[in-house]
């Protein structure tokens, strides 16, 4: 049984995967806390435990649309990559922004990927 420490919220929403601040794959977010996410991608580039950023931007919101977020990946599966906040300095505000986005969202029909549609997710 999985004990999570905060409620996660399913969605979509497009990004970018940065390793060393230069981008290495494009992904989706599939689900959010605000303790982490899980990112769809076959990104190859990221191992277990290492440390990466991710850029993705809030189609409807107009001032400061496009977000990063930095976190270490806890998970690596065929699927994608589940990555972590904890102990990571970040703007709470923005990812609280991120899993409301997600949440409100996530029953509409309309679901952005703002750069790519990753195959097979």
Not at 27 to 34: E, L, T
Not at 75 to 87: C, E, H
């Amino acid at each position: 049984m999985e004990h999570r420490l905060s409620e996660r919220v399913q969605g979509k929403l497009g990004l970018l995967i940065y390793k060393r601040g230069m981008p290495v794959a494009i992904g989706q977010i599939r689900d959010a806390s605000r303790r982490g996410v899980f990112i769809a991608t076959d990104c190859s580039e990221v191992q277990l435990n290492q440390a990466i950023e991710f850029e993705f931007r809030l189609p409807d919101r107009q001032q400061n649309p496009i977000r990063k977020l930095k976190a270490h990946v806890v998970r690596k599966t065929n699927y994608g990559l589940g990555v972590d906040f904890d102990g990571i300095e970040n703007d709470e505000l923005t990812i609280a922004s991120l899993v409301e986005w997600l949440d409100r969202h996530y029953l509409s029909r309309q679901h952005f990927s703002v750069y790519h549609n990753v195959p097979g997710v």
